[in-house]
């Protein structure tokens, strides 16, 4: 059965950076595209990063665009959202998604994450 469980969420001050991971089990990682999303409260959730099956590919939404990074390990069916210069703005519980395609990851991935909360705040 198909899993992402995503890890690595807390709570850091405005300025701070963090992690976080999605392990994937059930499915085969090194042919999916990977993506995080987020949720913020009373808001729809919305994209954010996405990378290619080989990691050549990415894309990030244009809000934390130079901020966030999103990288895989196949060898570990692991994909991260490195996330840097952290705003209360950021506040949202994040994502992981996967699809075999790329275009579809963007709007209606396959398969989803629980979701990991992120609050920024001092």
């Known amino acids: 059965q198909e899993q992402l469980v995503e890890s690595g969420g807390g709570k850091v001050p405005p300025g701070g950076s963090l992690t976080l991971s999605c392990a994937a089990s059930g499915l085969t990682f090194s042919t999916y595209a990977m993506g995080w999303f987020r949720q913020a409260p009373g808001k729809e959730r919305e994209f954010v990063a996405a990378?290619?099956?080989?990691?050549?590919?990415?894309d990030y939404a244009n809000s934390v665009k130079g901020r966030f990074t999103i990288s895989r390990d196949n060898a570990k069916n692991t994909v991260y959202l490195q996330m840097n210069s952290l705003s209360p703005e950021d506040t949202a519980v994040y994502y992981c998604a996967a699809d075999q395609n790329i275009i579809r990851l963007h709007t209606a991935p396959n398969y989803w994450g629980q979701g990991t909360q992120v609050t920024v705040s001092s």
């Open positions: 990378i290619s099956w080989s990691g050549t590919l990415n």
